[in-house]
Each structure stands twice: as structure tokens, then as C-alpha cells.
């Protein structure tokens, strides 16, 4: 099936007609000769910074699921063989983790100021 498709990739991007290039001893000489390619290797995965986007998404939710959801895209686009969009979604996960913990510390530390602040002068 792979074949197939490959064969009529060629076809469709070829000007002319397809070059045979030979046939065997043991294929009949009236079909086309088939050509085993080597196989393909991926290049590795680009960094996920899952585990990040899952503590930024219990600091800071809004970011962190923005952080998660570009940390599931890495592996979607490496599977799509996407080295580029694997790489920025790699880089905005990264970025969006970064983010979500950030504002996460400060929001909580500015709310537990107003509630040390509340108690002070209820005292």
C-alpha cells in the first residue's frame, strides 16, 4: 500500500511518463521493476515540557491548560514528521509553562497578603 502511494506520488509529480529502471531475472519483463527504498529515520522528539505544564496548570490554570495543550502538539506534529512545528510548539510550551507559573506565584502571593492583611485588621 505504502508502494502504491509512493509509485503514484511519482507519477502525479513527474512531467513524463515513469522511468523504469529494470527489471529482474525473475519479474516478467512487461511490468514496471519494484524499488526497495531504504527506510526513513525520525529525527528525535524535541523536548514536551509536560511534566512543567502540568505543575503550571495546578499553579496557574488559564496558562497552564494553554501550556499543556502546546506540550500535546510536540508529539503530534513529530509523528506528522513536522520538525518545525514540533519545535515551536516545544518552544511555546516552554514559554506558556514559564508564564502560567510566574503569574501563578504572584496571584497567590498577593492573596496571601490580602487575607494576612484581612486578619491583621479584624484583630
Not at 96 to 107: C, E, N, V, Y
Amino acid at each position: 500500500m505504502a508502494m502504491f502511494k509512493y509509485r503514484q506520488f511519482l507519477d502525479e509529480t513527474e512531467e513524463g511518463p515513469p522511468t523504469v529502471i529494470g527489471s529482474p531475472a525473475h519479474v516478467p519483463t512487461n511490468t514496471d521493476a519494484v524499488v526497495v527504498l531504504p527506510p526513513v529515520y525520525k529525527l528525535p522528539c524535541p523536548e514536551d515540557y509536560r511534566r512543567r505544564a502540568i505543575i503550571a496548570t495546578i499553579i496557574c490554570l488559564p496558562f497552564g491548560l494553554l501550556a499543556l495543550n502546546w506540550s500535546y502538539k510536540v508529539h503530534k506534529r513529530h509523528d506528522d514528521n513536522n520538525k518545525a512545528g514540533a519545535m515551536r510548539a516545544s518552544g511555546e510550551a516552554s514559554s506558556w509553562s514559564i508564564i502560567a507559573i510566574g503569574t501563578g506565584i504572584f496571584l497567590w502571593v498577593v492573596a496571601i497578603i490580602v487575607v494576612i492583611s484581612e486578619l491583621l485588621t479584624i484583630s
